[in-house]
């Protein structure tokens, strides 16, 4: 098993551009969350998704759009890019239920110019 | 909404020294979680904590959840340059979400 896949690793964008962040895990865990990391901020809810065809916003979703057209699959769709959106992106699934544990991606660093 | 605070923010220790991150919540909870993070590296799972009052050992890394579930802490004893690294609490909200504490930076100098 893979485990959770994100790709790219490392992506620059200029302020305005757009771009899909791509998280994939082989896991069959309904639950797909996405986190952004900042320093000294921990990491934050971005949006979540408890199965396909079901997203809800997290704490910071403003400027972020997701989709869930499979299990497998919950990408992150930045429309606009802005430097406040500079940060690192971790994409983390489990099982239904608040006593699983969260698997992560190995993260998405970006910068915004 | 729930919020989980996390101090210290960053500890640095000489090796051999003992380590303690301490996790509040503004409510109850029913479970929490802790996770570490290398650098550069994600967030693992290391362990999660239910009852009131738990104390959960792994090695030289002891955790505890507080009787009102509303704290709970991570202490390394003896640490060594292995545990380096960022270490997470996340406590479940409504709906399940788990929010993360800020972190506990830990640096071990050999």
């Known amino acids: 098993n893979a485990g959770v896949t994100q790709t790219p690793k490392f992506q620059v964008l200029k302020t305005g551009q757009s771009m899909t962040l791509q998280c994939a895990q082989d896991?069959?865990?309904?639950?797909m969350s996405w986190y952004r990391q900042d320093p000294g901020m921990g990491l934050r809810l971005i949006h979540y998704?408890?199965?396909?065809?079901?997203?809800d916003q997290g704490e910071v979703p403003n400027g972020y759009n997701v989709s869930r057209s499979t299990t497998e699959d919950f990408p992150l769709r930045l429309l606009s890019a802005a430097p406040s959106q500079t940060s690192v992106y971790f994409c983390?699934?489990?099982?239904?239920?608040?006593?699983?544990?969260?698997?992560f991606g190995n993260g998405t660093r970006l910068t915004v110019t | 909404g729930q919020q989980v605070m996390q101090i210290p923010q960053y500890q640095h220790v000489q090796e051999g020294e003992d380590f303690t991150t301490y996790c509040n919540s503004s409510t109850t909870l029913s479970n929490i979680q802790w996770y570490k993070q290398r650098p550069g590296g994600h967030p693992v799972f290391l362990i999660q904590l239910v009852k009131s009052g738990e104390v959960k050992k792994q090695k030289r890394l002891t955790f505890q959840f507080g009787e009102a579930k509303k704290n709970s802490s991570l202490h390394i004893t003896a640490t060594q340059t292995t545990d380096v690294g960022t270490y997470f609490c996340a406590g479940p909200s409504t709906g399940n979400q788990f929010y993360f504490g800020t972190g506990t930076s830990l640096t071990v100098i050999p």
């Open positions: 896991m069959n865990h309904e639950y």
């Open positions: 983390a699934s489990r099982l239904q239920g608040a006593y699983s544990p969260l698997h």
């Open positions: 998704s408890v199965g396909a065809g079901i997203t």
